[in-house]
């Protein structure tokens, strides 16, 4: 079973910037597309940003795109979510997902999730 851990989440304000990591236990995370996913209150859970086993593909969400930047660092096993010019729109659960292929497809879902990291961002 593999994990994906977390952190990095707190609260900011509108404006600022904040850095999530999750790390992975398993030893073909470097085989593995990876993505950040997010659901705030009574909504559905979203698709934020994806990236390609390599980090050479990278997709994001409308939404955040020119403010979020995913990356990895296959030595480390971890996926980050650098997150800037924080909007209050942007206040979500945010979850690390590990793919099943080298990229990211959609269509095949997540092969495992994380327990989620909690983005608060006030006005």
């Known amino acids: 079973q593999v994990q994906l851990v977390e952190s990095g989440g707190g609260l900011v304000q509108a404006g600022g910037s904040l850095r999530l990591s999750c790390v992975a236990s398993?030893?073909?995370?470097?085989?593995?597309?990876m993505a950040w996913f997010r659901q705030a209150p009574g909504k559905e859970r979203d698709l934020v940003a994806d990236?390609?086993?390599?980090?050479?593909?990278?997709h994001y969400a409308d939404s955040v795109k020119g403010r979020f930047t995913i990356s990895r660092d296959n030595a480390k096993n971890t996926v980050y979510l650098q997150m800037n010019s924080l909007k209050p729109e942007d206040a979500a659960v945010y979850y690390c997902?590990?793919?099943?292929?080298?990229?990211?497809?959609?269509?095949?879902?997540?092969?495992?999730w994380g327990k989620g990291t909690l983005v608060t961002v006030s006005t």
């Open positions: 398993d030893y073909g995370f470097s085989n593995i597309a």
């Open positions: 990236i390609s086993w390599s980090g050479g593909t990278t």
């Open positions: 997902a590990q793919g099943i292929t080298t990229q990211w497809i959609p269509e095949y879902g997540v092969a495992y």
